[in-house]
């Protein structure tokens, strides 16, 4: 049974940073069309990805509204990806889900895509604000 585990969530003001954890287990990282990463939820708003990176090649995809903030990373021997977010502002407040998203991906937009997404942590809160 494939579970994942966020921690690192919290509050942090207008240019800060944070930094999001995730521990998977119940699956191998090491298998085609898997991807593991982030998307996130504000209020009022559908699900939408952030960042993924995919747990064979390393690719990595990400939103245009993080580029050059967030940064993705994994680890395969700690069944670990974190996510260092950094000159946060109030739109980055949301819940932020960790996911592995299963293809095949056909485009790169398919890894941001909730509709690939095969498990879902229970999420954790991000609040930016004075």
């Known amino acids: 049974q494939v579970q994942l585990v966020e921690s690192g969530g919290g509050s942090a003001q207008p240019g800060g940073s944070l930094i999001l954890s995730c521990t998977a287990s119940?699956?191998?990282?090491?298998?085609?069309?898997?991807?593991i990463g982030w998307f996130r939820q504000a209020p009022g708003k559908e699900r939408a990805g952030v960042s993924c990176v995919e747990t064979t090649d390393g690719n990595k995809f990400e939103a245009n509204s993080v580029k050059d903030r967030f940064t993705i990373s994994i680890d395969k021997a700690k069944a670990t990806v974190n996510m260092h977010m950094q000159s946060l502002t109030p739109d980055d407040t949301a819940v932020y889900y960790c996911c592995v998203g299963r293809g095949p991906y056909y485009t790169d937009y398919d890894y941001l895509d909730p509709e690939y997404v095969a498990y879902w942590g229970r999420g954790t809160q991000v609040t930016v604000s004075t």
């Open positions: 119940g699956f191998t990282f090491d298998v085609d069309d898997l991807a």
